[in-house]
């Protein structure tokens, strides 16, 4: 853990192989982080841009793009799980996520088969598996979790998908009968992204819609009390100057949580981070906030809907560019 007494963890939002080899390992011993995420994004600027991946595509001629892909992407993973095992075996997180193809969002069946082989073919068991918070993806995380593989539900912007993760993962840790450990993915930047201009033009102050939304999807997560289930906090990096570069971790730290950030995210918190509980925030604070935002006539509703689908046709976009280039 980062913060022991308040069982926070920080996990790193990125894999590349040189990184793995060097700065991922330091970060590890110095006691930086504790655990790693992944996504299509993330993969796709690995493998298009270091030349690591070289001498390994090399030898996969004979495959198809997305053989190819996962060739790549189980490669990384697995190594990364190796890495981070010692503190996976001392019960101090070390997992590593790996997503599922985003093009199968809407099938559970597919989701869940693929997530199995994935799982079985990286063969650690500090190994998550992603899955969006959709309707199929829901019915997937029960599967998962019922046959004890860890999972990560990813790309939650509304406090149902939230409830609808917790309530899959309760169905299928009972089932299974056992510890399986599980994260609800809270996206927090990208609303104030899409919502500062217009909120500054209205006199509405800005860089707080997203935490507000994630500080109440946090509370209903920690009130369900689902068996190892933890709300982690991610989309956490900062465009631009003006906020500071740890700001999304500063004001997001609770307890029970994990936030997942770009490196220099990680090492500004760690420098520079105020390292003090913020989160619960009363409720009427965050209600004033969203009774501010609906009277300047925007609806908040949507703009959440509009991320949950932004945010899948930016996976699928990230990985049609990996295949494509492979």
Known sequence: MYIEKLKFSL??????RDYLENEFKDLINKGIINGATSNPAIFKNAILNSPAYIEQLKTLNHLSPKEKYEALAIYDI??????????YDKDDDGYVSIE???YLSNNSVATIAEGK???MSIGRNNVMIKVPATDAGYIAMEEFTSCGIPVNATLIFKKQQAISCANAFASGV?????????VISIFVSRIDRQLDEELSQKGIATALSGIYNSADIYETIQEMNVDFCRALFASTGVKGDSLNKHYYIDKLLAYNTVNTAPIDTIEAFDKEGE???CLPIP???????????????IDFEAVLDKQVTDGLVAFEKAFQEILESL
Request: glycine letters at 6%; hydrophobic letters at 40%.
């Open 117 to 119: 082989r994935l799982f």
């Open 174 to 182: 009972k089932k299974y009968g056992s510890k399986v450990d599980t």
């Open 100 to 102: 599922v193809d985003p």
């Open 11 to 16: 996990w790193a939002d990125f894999i590349e």
């Open 283 to 297: 409720n009427d604070i965050i209600a004033k906030h969203f009774a501010k935002i609906k009277e300047a006539g």
């Open 78 to 87: 697995g190594k990364a799980a190796d890495i981070l095992k010692p503190l």
């Open 275 to 277: 390292k003090q509980k």
